[in-house]
Structures are given as C-alpha cells and as structure tokens.
C-alpha cells in the first residue's frame, strides 16, 4: 500500500534507476514497518523541472500510505532525502516531499480495498 513516487531531472542509466528504486523500496518498507511486498516505487525522468531558479539535480517525491503517521514526517524526511541523495546524486537542499495518509476505504488492490 505505500507509494513513494520520485520526479527527477537528474539523469541516470537505466542500471542506476533500477537499483535507485530497489534501494528505495526497501528503505519505504523497513521506514513504515511494512512488507515490501506492498510498496510500489516510480521513478520518473522529467528534464523539464525547475526548484529555486535552477535547474540543478533535483527531486520532488510523493509518500502516500495507509496509516501515515505524521508525528514521523521529520523522521521520514530525513531517511528519504539521505536516501535519494545517495541513490540520485542530489543534495538533500533540492528535495521536496508530501506525506499523504491514504484512507483504507479510497485505496484499492487485488479487487478490493483495505
């Protein structure tokens, strides 16, 4: 049920993208406690992007999950962007994210929801 979506314009092989969101996956999972069986990570290429007037690397990621607990959004934030900057090469002042805590009713999987 975790979603981490990544919107990048730093570019990177194929190979380094596939290990990037592998790394990531399992960081969402043991981050949120949850089976990394459940988490889905994308990872987009867009050269198009523009943070503080530069287009330097940068990163904007979107976290949605169940149960998002937002006394941990600090925590959170600080594993991702560690991660992402070692995963991406971009600095951890060129990344931004939005939590989202999905209700269990509005997320769907398997034919059904949780």
């Known amino acids: 049920m975790p979603f981490l979506k990544i919107q990048t314009n730093a570019k990177m092989s194929s190979e380094q993208q596939q290990t ?10 043991t981050m949120l406690g949850k089976p990394e069986r459940y ?3 994308s990872l ?3 050269s198009n992007m523009l943070f503080a007037g530069t287009d330097q690397d940068l990163a904007y990621l979107e ?5 998002l607990a ?5 925590e959170y934030s600080l594993t991702l962007c560690q991660k992402v900057s070692q995963q ?4 951890t002042d060129r990344v931004y994210i939005e939590f989202n805590n999905a209700d269990r009713h ?3 999987w398997n034919e059904a929801t949780f």
Do not use: F, H, Q, R
């Not at 990037?20 to 969402?28: D, Q």
């Not at 937002?70 to 600090?74: C, G, H, N, R, S």
């Not at 991406?88 to 600095?91: G, H, R, S, Y």
């Open 88 to 91: 991406l090469n971009v600095t």
């Open 39 to 41: 988490v889905m990570v």
């Open 44 to 46: 987009e290429y867009n």
């Open 20 to 29: 990037a969101i592998k790394a990531l996956s399992e960081t969402v999972a």
């Open 70 to 74: 937002e006394d941990k959004t600090t």
């Open 106 to 108: 509005l997320w769907g």
């Open 63 to 67: 976290l949605k999950s169940i149960g």
